[in-house]
């Protein structure tokens, strides 16, 4: 059996050195080589995204929570499903959430915004939002971009609730245990 594995070998060793000893001609010359294979060092250049009514539209999501966001120039009134957000956000905290993205990028009374959200609680609404009206702060002024994306706003917060097993109270909590 090594008498068979033998011969193949050398056929081997011989077929590399043949391929190792490719003629001149047939490798290209350096002035051959294309321009577009050299990496470009330019900075992509974004166009901002505006429609008809001169709005940028963009969606945000945080947990079950889907925001359907618009923005344009205006006094900085904000509408969340038909309502005012210091109504729809009654606390506090949720009201700074939806600001956050105009605070960290200067832009604070600059922009109408009218949302529609869906699904999931009041938390993960103001989450949504706030995600929402950043994508579209970015498609409306590329130049804003590094600054959220800095922030961590234009990145979608990925964690849901986990579902309920089956044998289980919830989803990791087991019954209580009872010995007798």
Same mark, same amino acid.
């Given at each position: 059996m090594a008498e068979?594995?033998?011969?193949?070998? %050398?056929? @081997?060793? %011989? &077929?590399?050195?043949?391929?190792?000893?490719?003629?001149?001609?047939?490798?290209?010359?350096?002035?051959?080589?294309?321009?577009?294979?050299?990496?470009? /060092?330019?900075?992509?250049?974004?166009?901002?995204?505006?429609?008809?009514?001169?709005?940028?539209?963009a969606t945000g999501?945080? +947990?079950?929570?889907?925001?359907?966001?618009?923005?344009?120039?205006?006094?900085?009134?904000?509408?969340?499903?038909?309502?005012? #957000?210091?109504?729809?956000?009654? $606390?506090? #905290? =949720?009201?700074?959430?939806?600001?956050?993205?105009?605070?960290? &990028?200067?832009?604070?009374?600059?922009?109408?915004?009218?949302?529609?959200?869906?699904?999931?609680? =009041?938390?993960?609404?103001?989450?949504?939002?706030?995600?929402?009206?950043? +994508?579209? @702060? /970015?498609?409306?002024?590329? &130049?804003?971009?590094?600054?959220? +994306?800095?922030?961590?706003? =234009? /990145?979608?917060?990925?964690?849901?609730?986990? $579902?309920?097993?089956?044998?289980?109270?919830?989803?990791?909590?087991?019954?209580?245990?009872? +010995?007798?």
């Open positions: 068979e594995i033998k011969p193949t070998l %050398e056929n @081997l060793k %011989e &077929a590399m050195a043949s391929a190792a000893e490719v003629p001149a001609a047939a490798a290209p010359a350096a002035d051959d080589v294309a321009v577009a294979d050299t990496p470009s /060092t330019e900075a992509i250049v974004r166009e901002p995204k505006i429609d008809e009514l001169g709005r940028s539209y999501k945080r +947990k079950d929570a889907v925001a359907r966001v618009w923005i344009k120039p205006g006094p900085g009134k904000i509408v969340v499903n038909g309502r005012e #957000v210091n109504t729809y956000f009654a $606390r506090p #905290v =949720l009201q700074m959430l939806v600001q956050q993205p105009f605070d960290v &990028a200067d832009r604070g009374g600059q922009y109408d915004v009218y949302c529609t959200v869906k699904g999931g609680g =009041l938390s993960g609404q103001a989450g949504a939002v706030k995600h929402g009206i950043s +994508k579209a @702060l /970015t498609l409306y002024e590329p &130049a804003l971009r590094g600054v959220l +994306k800095k922030e961590g706003f =234009l /990145t979608r917060d990925s964690r849901v609730v986990e $579902r309920k097993k089956y044998g289980k109270r919830k989803a990791r909590r087991s019954f209580q245990f009872s +010995k007798r």
